[in-house]
């Protein structure tokens, strides 16, 4: 599996940004999927996951009513939508499989949000 993630940048708090993820080289709408972060210092954590039909999500409460994650199986991309975005957001996230598989994390986007 590889995984491409896109989208990050400096934003304020209270901004918004849209990150995409574009997976390849395995059946992609067979796989529930995961979005991550991990900030300096930090553990990574998971902020939202996915079913492969999109009919199940979740998020930890940290990033609920904030952050939207969506998935378009026809194009092998996973979408996070984060809004009302807070300094503590600021991190490095990555898009895998759920569970995620260890082996195969790609070079994530880094967000910043700062003013």
């Known amino acids: 599996a590889h995984f491409v993630e896109s989208g990050g940048g400096l934003v304020q708090p209270g901004g918004s940004l849209r990150l995409s993820c574009t997976a390849s080289s395995f059946t992609f709408s067979w796989y529930d999927m995961s979005w991550h972060r991990q900030a300096p210092g930090k553990e990574r954590e998971l902020v939202a996951t996915i079913g492969s039909s999109s009919a199940a999500v979740s998020y930890p409460d940290s990033v609920k009513g904030r952050f939207t994650i969506s998935r378009d199986n026809a194009k092998n991309m996973v979408y996070l939508q984060m809004n009302s975005l807070k300094p503590e957001d600021t991190a490095v996230y990555y898009c895998?499989?759920?569970?995620?598989?260890?082996?195969?994390w790609g070079q994530g986007t880094q967000v910043t949000v700062s003013s």
């Open positions: 895998n499989m759920n569970p995620p598989n260890l082996a195969y």
